[in-house]
């Protein structure tokens, strides 16, 4: 009997060049007068890969400024998020055929894909943040890229995106005017980093990767204004230091007041706080303090429901969405529960796998055979749902404190 060979799906194709180099003109024009973006288009790596690209993650359109800047197309490890849009996750395929990685569970079908990408010449474009950083510093990266760059054992190049942070953060409802940049850091070669340690690797490039956004604010002068720049900081500090109350504060043009003290922020063109008391603060030394505060009043307040909102849910599959409507969602210690006019839905954090954030509103439950994706209002923190699921697990585990440990919890 003959035997069946089963044929290497074709991952590199020339349309992919093709129509991203037809679309890029387009998209720089715009990236680059609507961010002033300054950048070098390195057409002297033309025909020298394959390449793994690497980059910190500041806002959603990183991928396309990432992309724009070299001559050849970047296959990006992406989400499982822009493989369930229907009609336009087909069209995303074709023209770009992203790389699906989940953020729930690791998937060895991506680590197939990318060696096929890459043994078929392409070059692979990853943000090993995983997320969008949330208060302006590079986050922890994700230990999986040093085994996947020595497995592929071709040219890393590391680049770094600033000022990008400050013109449009995470948790800001309007983006602000300043400039920003971005440009290769280090280009690191199989021969140089196969004779490194996997822990070494992983500290060059998280060295390479890291980017402080106030330093590199305070090296440059540049300054990042607009009308009402503190609107959406409740997302990120939604405790009151003052009470050490949650849930509590809100923007108001350039301050961040609360409705239970006369705790008070003023944010500046700069991307730092002041407080009443004149003295300043960045975002990541004020989101150290909230995960702190929160900690403690989830550790010792006696209530079991810590707040309740209004939510769009929606259920994920592989390939589509399923919109379920407008749903009462209840966040207590242990649980969430989701309750409409004729259904109920609760989620033990002992079944859940993971909470995650998803962009600027929304938050995905992962369960262990479903997936749910709750979109906020525009001002509600979604901050606050990863962080009382991590608390949650921390506690149970033995967990008394984090004061010197909050560097483990949030993003």
Do not use: C
Not at 32 to 49: D, Q
Not at 224 to 235: F, N, P, S, T, V
Not at 254 to 265: A, T
Not at 286 to 314: G, P
């Amino acid at each position: 009997m003959e035997l069946s060979m089963k044929k290497t799906p074709k991952e590199v194709r020339l349309r992919h060049q093709v129509l991203t180099r037809l679309i890029v003109p387009f998209v720089r024009i715009y990236i680059v007068i609507k961010y002033k973006l300054s950048f070098k288009k390195y057409k002297a790596l033309n025909k020298k890969g394959p390449f793994i690209v690497l980059a910190n993650h500041t806002v959603n359109i990183d991928p396309m400024i990432m992309g724009m800047q070299f001559p050849f197309h970047l296959y990006y490890i992406a989400t499982e998020q822009v493989f369930n849009l229907g009609f336009l996750s087909k069209v995303i395929k074709f023209i770009v055929n992203p790389i699906k990685k989940s953020k729930s569970v690791s998937d060895m079908e991506t680590i197939r894909k990318t060696k096929r990408i890459v043994q078929q010449g392409g070059s692979i474009g990853i943000f090993p943040e995983g997320n969008t950083s949330y208060s302006g510093q590079t986050v922890q990266i994700m230990p999986a890229t040093v085994k996947l760059i020595k497995m592929l054992k071709i040219p890393v190049i590391i680049m770094n995106i600033k000022g990008m942070y400050l013109s449009y953060p995470r948790w800001a409802i309007y983006k602000k005017k300043g400039k920003t940049e971005t440009f290769i850091k280090k280009i690191i070669l199989p021969e140089t980093y196969l004779e490194m340690s996997d822990e070494d690797l992983f500290y060059e490039i998280e060295e390479h990767l890291y980017v402080d956004a106030y330093a590199d604010q305070e090296t440059s002068g540049h300054l990042y204004k607009g009308k009402h720049i503190a609107h959406g900081l409740e997302k990120l500090i939604f405790m009151d230091l003052v009470s050490n109350k949650p849930f509590v504060t809100y923007s108001k043009g350039d301050k961040l007041k609360s409705h239970d003290s006369d705790f008070e922020l003023t944010y500046l063109p700069t991307g730092k706080v002041i407080d009443k008391d004149n003295q300043l603060h960045t975002l990541v030394e004020m989101e150290r303090l909230v995960k702190i505060a929160y900690f403690n009043y989830y550790k010792e307040t006696k209530e079991s429901l810590l707040l309740e909102e209004e939510v769009q849910l929606v259920k994920s599959f592989a390939t589509h969405k399923e919109k379920l409507g407008k749903y009462t969602l209840k966040l207590f210690k242990e649980k969430l529960s989701l309750i409409s006019s004729d259904h109920t839905l609760d989620f033990s954090f002992d079944e859940v796998i993971n909470i995650v954030m998803q962009g600027k509103y929304q938050v995905i439950i992962y369960l262990p055979n479903e997936t749910y994706m709750m979109r906020l209002d525009d001002y509600s923190s979604i901050y606050k749902y990863v962080l009382t699921y991590q608390y949650y697990k921390y506690i149970k585990d033995g967990g008394i404190s984090i004061d010197d440990k909050h560097f483990n919890f949030g993003i």
